[in-house]
């Protein structure tokens, strides 16, 4: 399965299937104080690609610069609230910059982050691939695609929320602090 970003930034997204339906959508306000990244999960018209018959809040993010960030979402009918340092995950090896958590199967998922990448392995398989955008110099021209893999397919949504994070963890010690305050929040089309 592979969800394609409109645009590369993971807080302010439209997300698609290969068909171009709206699965998912991301918006983050712009905000000098703690910034709140909206995810919203939506169900595809099946006759005009690119409209959603509806749409529910899958989560949403606060992002604070000097504490913890905060996570609350409702997923499998319950609603949690997660405070942590890195969030849902528990750092086994901040030197190698992995994320780990948890899933509904009890497994341990890893996210490997690297410098243009993110890759989420179960024990040593690999079962989603981050391929960031691509402009065609060396390789063929693609935009930025989440792939997943068989055996994470019956939790794409816990997939997207931490890749989300992750992705910003990279972007983040990549980018100066604030640049991506300036992407402004989108929504798909109704």
Same mark, same amino acid.
């Given at each position: 399965?592979?969800?394609i970003?409109?645009?590369?930034?993971v807080?302010n997204?439209?997300?698609?299937?290969?068909?171009?339906?709206?699965l998912?959508?991301t918006s983050?306000s712009?905000?000098f104080?703690?910034?709140v990244t909206?995810v919203?999960?939506?169900?595809?018209?099946?006759f005009?690609?690119?409209r959603?018959?509806?749409?529910?809040?899958l989560a949403?993010?606060?992002?604070h610069?000097?504490?913890?960030?905060?996570?609350?979402?409702?997923?499998?009918g319950?609603t949690?609230?997660?405070?942590?340092?890195?969030?849902p995950?528990?750092?086994f090896?901040?030197?190698?910059?992995?994320?780990?958590f948890?899933?509904?199967d009890g497994q &341990?998922?890893?996210?490997?982050?690297?410098?243009?990448?993110?890759i989420? %392995?179960?024990?040593?398989? @690999?079962v /989603?691939?981050?391929?960031?955008?691509?402009l065609?110099?060396k390789?063929?021209?693609?935009?930025?695609y989440?792939?997943?893999?068989?055996p994470?397919?019956?939790?794409v949504?816990l997939v997207?929320?931490?890749?989300?994070?992750v992705e910003? &963890?990279?972007?983040?010690s990549?980018e100066?602090p604030?640049?991506?305050r %300036?992407?402004?929040?989108i @929504?798909? /089309?109704?």
């Amino acid at each position: 399965m592979k969800l394609i970003f409109k645009r590369p930034h993971v807080r302010n997204a439209v997300i698609t299937n290969e068909q171009g339906h709206v699965l998912y959508s991301t918006s983050t306000s712009f905000s000098f104080g703690p910034r709140v990244t909206v995810v919203k999960k939506h169900v595809p018209n099946e006759f005009i690609i690119g409209r959603v018959e509806s749409s529910e809040i899958l989560a949403n993010i606060h992002w604070h610069t000097f504490s913890s960030f905060q996570l609350s979402s409702s997923m499998a009918g319950s609603t949690w609230r997660q405070r942590n340092t890195y969030g849902p995950f528990s750092c086994f090896n901040t030197f190698y910059r992995r994320r780990v958590f948890r899933g509904p199967d009890g497994q &341990l998922y890893k996210w490997k982050i690297g410098p243009r990448e993110c890759i989420l %392995m179960l024990d040593d398989m @690999e079962v /989603a691939r981050h391929h960031p955008l691509n402009l065609g110099f060396k390789k063929a021209e693609h935009q930025a695609y989440l792939e997943i893999f068989e055996p994470v397919e019956h939790m794409v949504d816990l997939v997207v929320l931490t890749f989300i994070y992750v992705e910003k &963890l990279r972007r983040g010690s990549q980018e100066s602090p604030g640049t991506d305050r %300036m992407h402004a929040p989108i @929504e798909p /089309a109704n």
